[in-house]
């Protein structure tokens, strides 16, 4: 099976950097993903890390450890409109069979003025 | 371009009565595609996944069916809807052996009184 944790709710100002930690088990692990979802909102693709190593995709950042089984999404110069929920996801691998997702429970980040 | 549909937005339903949710993919060919549902502050629960039409696998035993009747249709059903099939109802799509994260649909939040 497979299980993510992570933490549930983070607060910040507008302009500070934030990570959201991530923790996973998993039987066929293949990458990590990072997704974004506002309030009633559908979630949307931020990050994919199938490598050791960072990536960056302007303000936001994923790192990855497998290793460690531990991945971050690295949000800075934090906006407003960041508020919002973040999943990480683990892509998992049976024989032949990739591409599906397990979600975490969700981290709630709130972006104070 | 790739573009995923789902309806209706919202829908209210007695207990005891069925349940029909309807997902196409237009832009794409043989995609994979996903039932996801959210409770309410919670993560995202794979229900079931197709590769293919009339292929489906579920995830978790449950009060609801899913069918594929063609390639770019994923259809979520329940003969009796139970309280606790209330929920975030969100459809996805992904392409095979890609790393560029799963695309989600709109979502059905289903309240079932």
């Known amino acids: 099976g497979q299980s993510l944790e992570q933490p549930s709710e983070v607060t910040a100002v507008e302009g500070a950097i934030v990570q959201i930690n991530c923790t996973y088990q998993?039987?066929?692990?293949?990458?990590l993903s990072w997704y974004q979802q506002h309030d009633g909102g559908a979630p949307t693709f931020l990050s994919y890390n199938a490598l050791d190593g960072l990536e960056e995709t302007g303000r936001f950042s994923s790192f990855l450890s497998r290793s460690d089984s531990y991945g971050y999404l690295l949000l800075q110069e934090l906006q407003m409109k960041d508020s919002a929920s973040y999943f990480c996801?683990?892509?998992?691998?049976?024989?032949?069979?990739?591409?599906?997702?397990?979600f975490g429970r969700g981290t709630q980040l709130t972006v104070w003025p | 371009s790739q573009t995923i549909h789902q309806w209706p937005a919202t829908l209210v339903q007695p207990v005891g009565s069925p349940l029909s949710l309807e997902c196409t993919v237009e832009g794409t060919s043989n995609p994979n595609l996903y039932w996801y549902r959210q409770a309410a502050g919670r993560g995202l629960q794979l229900l079931f996944y197709?590769?293919?039409?009339?292929?489906i696998s579920s995830e978790v035993p449950q009060n609801l069916s899913a069918s594929r009747p063609q390639d770019r249709q994923f259809i979520l059903s329940s003969k009796k809807l139970l309280l606790s099939d209330s929920g975030f109802y969100l459809c996805?799509?992904?392409?095979?052996?890609?790393?560029?994260?799963?695309?989600f649909g709109s979502g059905t939040r289903l309240t079932v009184v």
């Open positions: 197709s590769v293919g039409i009339g292929q």
């Open positions: 996805a799509w992904s392409v095979s052996l890609a790393n560029t994260g799963y695309t």
């Open positions: 998993t039987s066929g692990f293949y990458g």
């Open positions: 996801a683990v892509r998992d691998r049976r024989g032949s069979t990739l591409g599906r997702l397990y």
